[in-house]
T-cell receptor
């Protein structure tokens, strides 16, 4: 079993839709949770960074962490064609240097 | 520079040759990561540098892989005797603290 599981998609939605992206994980020791956006042939770009459980909002993006279910989500409101990219979740223990990444979900927002 | 710079952006090499990949982190960033991203796979951690501390090499897949970071700045990832399974995008990231939150665009390595 992988440390982090993420549905690769692809996911296709109309412009303006609410998008829900999710990851599950197996190791309850993870405490730091991140979401990255990666455009084709570019490096990942950090979108959201949360510690432990709870919600965090930044503009049209909301990150949720449910540690009891070992489940994290990224919601995108009012999706735009410019949101079309691959979204990667990542997580980390408090101790240690390694980040564990999901395989990424490919999202297309259709105008 | 303004961002993390990686060179070359693309590299095609013959099986068995050695390659060097370069990463110029953001000035002042003390932490530096190398990752490998293969098609359909998530980012695979390779190595982590933090300041003058000994690097965390726990992610290097074999002894053909090595990395250096000179003067706490530029880093070089070296792959010796390349194999076809080494073909991937190699990404570098730097940050002030642990976080790896600024990535370069990567080096796309193809071993033929």
């Amino acid at each position: 079993q992988k440390e982090v599981e993420q549905d690769p998609g692809p996911l296709s939605v109309p412009e303006g839709a609410i998008v829900s992206l999710n990851c599950t994980y197996s190791n309850s020791a993870f405490q730091y949770f991140m979401w990255y956006r990666q455009y084709s042939r570019k490096g990942p770009e950090l979108l959201m960074y949360t510690y432990s459980s709870g919600n965090k909002e930044d503009g049209r993006f909301t990150a949720q962490v449910d540690k009891s279910s070992k489940y994290i989500s990224l919601f995108i409101r009012d999706s735009q064609p410019s949101d079309s990219a691959t979204y990667l979740c990542a997580m980390k223990w408090v101790i240690g240097n390694q980040f564990y990444f999901g395989t990424g979900t490919s999202l297309t927002v259709i105008p | 520079g303004a961002g993390v710079s990686q060179s070359p952006s693309n590299k095609v090499t013959e099986k068995g040759k050695d390659v060097e990949l370069r990463c110029d982190p953001i000035s002042g960033h003390t932490a530096l990561y190398w990752y490998r991203q293969s098609l359909g796979q998530g980012l695979e951690f390779l190595i982590y540098f933090q300041g003058n501390s000994a690097p965390d090499k726990s992610g290097l897949p074999s002894d053909r892989f090595s990395a250096e970071r000179t003067g706490g700045s530029v880093s070089t990832l070296t792959i010796q005797r390349t194999q076809q399974e080494d073909s991937a995008v190699y990404l570098c990231a730097s940050s002030l603290l642990q976080g790896g939150d600024t990535f370069g665009s990567g080096t796309r390595l193809t071993v033929v």
